[in-house]
């Protein structure tokens, strides 16, 4: 549907017509390149605003790369037969059996999600906050998104209660729902629902006979390996359709290849069908060389197991500092669980905040933390948080080095919190939080 | 807008309401995948069916990919500065000076035309007949395509005085056109449109304030190299927008890169920042590693400037045995002038294909050349032709060879019509041509 909904005019003429899009720069993407800039520009930058590993791809997934790069021939839309079977037996390995036949792989999960919402259309429930690109997408590709508040405490899921609230609402209205999109763990606030949760949400997806499209592209990361996902495709397998990709948990984000395992029985037929129609109009199939690439990656060889556990251990371990930080000049933080994200809330400051700031929003925090300090961190409305809320979603991840070198001795190290490069960032962290929340000295009184 | 658009019902419910989109498989991926399905099944094919270079991909190209390997981070969305860069010169290199900054590159120009498409907005132009993807993009991501008949004899552009009534006509109906696509050289036709229709139907789209969209994926393919391409962009390049990638002269379609040359000015300033807005939320940048392969390939190097040339000749060399094959039984075929592809016409063969096979369209006739005996083409309805035109595709660039080495010595040989694989397969094209064409015998009078 297009996002400008008037009727189109009968003079309409030339090249911006009613129905075309506009659709802004996805923030996350934007708040990189404007962080590029302000270097650019010579500012000292503390980038805390784009969801990206910030650590070098694992020698032996170049290699295969490589190794796959005569691969020129265009493939089957769903992929190669290596890459799904590969992909059948990660998900496999994680109690959720699969077929082959149930993959399909696109340009980055990004893609896959377009795709599906497309491939969907009616309108989309997505949990509010939550990543930018699911409500963009339901506005771009299907009748727009639903934002429903996530439970206290946990993000990346709609709450179960609410969710049947909205969907019932929206349709005696007449409208169409079809979907709900859910994150586990999540981006933004770096939570993870409960089992109890999910479970909810599936009994309510059953009864409105809504598909799930759950996004696990940070499964590997979180931050405690003994605790188990728990995926909607464990408890509504006939209706979820699970996505992931490398960008996350192997740093690939850069190489733009991810897989959807779609739900085995017939909402599964339907639904593969309709994707593969999408994809094969906008993107043919993911690149082949990516394809061997991911092939060998969702095999788990041994030396990508212990990649990603240490990246496990380094976001973990970042994640919690960045929140003591935060915590220290009074921010109220929920503790990070997955991911390497930390969404803080200022609502304890907000008073001293307007008094000394005049900030009213947490776009006009996250704007003078930018423009007055060179720290970079997306409000939470661009996640669909209230324009008021002084919540901001910073991403630890990019403290972990400049170079190579450096991140890769962040990896190594037992703790990186004593590397001096990610010790500076964390002090000046501190120090611009407490320049921006410190109690204003008292006016000196005037004398005459 | 939705391929439906029936009202939607108040009393929807569920998993398909009435936006959800119906996409079918691209009919070029879906033959592919019917002849690798044939093969499977035992049956002996001749894959003329898939616009594929059949060509491996140059090792020189292979390098730089693999030396790309370890680029994992995500990029700006337009692309990288080098990529941009190297586009830039070879646009310039051919008349069509270009900055960095007018570059935008995706997964593929596939990729890059949907969202052009998209940003569009409203009803599309596109020639008839023209690729499949054209017709499918415009219903999926704007208002729906408006076909155009091309001049006689020149294809990949629609008839600029056609071009200018169904623009006034479905103005005066109050409906809103946002753009003309255009294909220089041709796909399906293997033809390329005279600078003279050019220059007019640049006059039309700027008469009429339509954006050009102009495909150029098979411009380094025509057969004649001393020939100069007429890109609306020499002649209206406020509003035109050329597309292109390493897909066709290159042979990488399985890569997945494509770039896209926006007009410098306000029109392009508009679209640049819309695509980027549109790519950001679907595809967030083309693969890095292959935005690295591509700058090299865009700058030109001589190795792969040799294998460019190769393989216009080679293409040029079999598309003409093709072009005979066809023309020996009958069909009339216009001589292909560029890419890999012919478009014979079985009129004059109408009355006997009806009376020996029942054939009364053109997909009757390509479903007796695939059931009956292997060869996969497809009808010129895919295409937009109308249904009972006995034309069909053909792609005669999948007869280099099942393996990399027979192709490079396809690539290598001054007649590659020599090669007994070659002369075999268009042998057996013959033999399948004369049976489903030859005058069918006279009953012997039944003895009693």
Chains 1, 2 share one sequence.
Not at 223 to 236: E, F, L, Q
Not at 239 to 260: M, Y
Request: hydrophobic share 40%; net charge negative.
């Amino acid at each position: 549907m297009p996002v400008q909904n008037e009727s189109t005019e009968a003079t309409s003429t030339g090249s911006r017509p009613s129905g075309a899009r506009r659709v802004p720069l996805s923030p996350t993407l934007a708040i990189n390149e404007a962080m590029a800039r302000k270097r650019r520009e010579g500012v000292r930058v503390l980038p805390l605003g784009f969801g990206e590993a910030g650590l070098p791809i694992h020698p032996a997934l170049a290699r295969e790369l490589a190794a796959g790069s005569d691969r020129g021939a265009y493939g089957p839309v769903a992929g190669s037969a290596a890459l799904r079977a590969a992909a059948a037996g990660y998900w496999s390995r994680r109690g959720l059996p699969t077929e082959p036949g149930m993959v399909v792989s696109g340009p980055g999960s990004k893609a896959l999600l377009f795709g599906l919402v497309m491939s969907l259309g009616g309108e989309i429930v997505i949990p509010a906050p939550s990543w930018v690109s699911y409500a963009a997408q339901a506005t771009m590709a299907a009748e727009g998104a639903i934002q429903v508040a996530t439970p206290p405490g946990e993000g990346g899921v709609p709450s179960p209660a609410l969710l049947a609230d909205a969907v019932v609402r929206a349709r005696s209205q007449g409208r169409s729902v079809a979907g709900v999109v859910v994150t586990l763990p999540d981006n933004p606030t770096g939570t993870l629902a409960s089992e109890q949760t999910v479970r909810r949400l599936c009994e309510v997806a059953r009864e409105l006979d809504l598909v799930i499209v759950s996004d696990e592209i940070y499964r590997d990361l979180v931050h405690d390996p003994s605790r188990d996902v728990p995926s909607p495709a464990a408890y509504a397998p006939e209706r979820t359709v699970v996505t992931t990709a490398l960008s996350k948990h192997l740093a690939a984000g850069g190489w733009r290849i991810g897989v959807a395992r779609l739900p085995d029985g017939p909402i599964g037929e339907t639904l593969r069908t309709d994707l593969l129609g999408v994809g094969s109009e906008i993107w043919s199939s993911a690149p082949a060389p990516m394809q061997h690439a991911a092939a060998f990656a969702f095999s788990e060889p041994p030396e990508l197991v212990e990649r990603v556990d240490r990246s496990r251990r380094l976001h973990a371990t970042v994640a919690a500092a960045v929140t003591a930080r935060f915590e220290a000049v009074g921010a109220r933080v929920p503790s990070p669980e997955g991911a390497f994200y930390v969404y803080p809330d200022f609502e304890p400051l907000r008073d001293r905040l307007r008094a000394d700031h005049g900030v009213r929003t947490g776009a006009d925090l996250t704007e003078l933390l930018l423009e007055r300090h060179g720290v970079g961190v997306l409000p939470g409305a661009a996640f669909g948080d209230a324009e008021e809320a002084l919540r901001m979603r910073v991403s630890s991840s990019l403290l972990y080095g400049e170079t190579e070198e450096q991140r890769l001795a962040a990896l190594a190290t037992p703790d990186p919190l004593t590397l001096p490069w990610i010790a500076d960032s964390l002090d000046r962290l501190s120090e611009v939080l407490a320049a921006v929340t410190a109690p204003t000295p008292l006016a000196a009184p005037a004398t005459c």
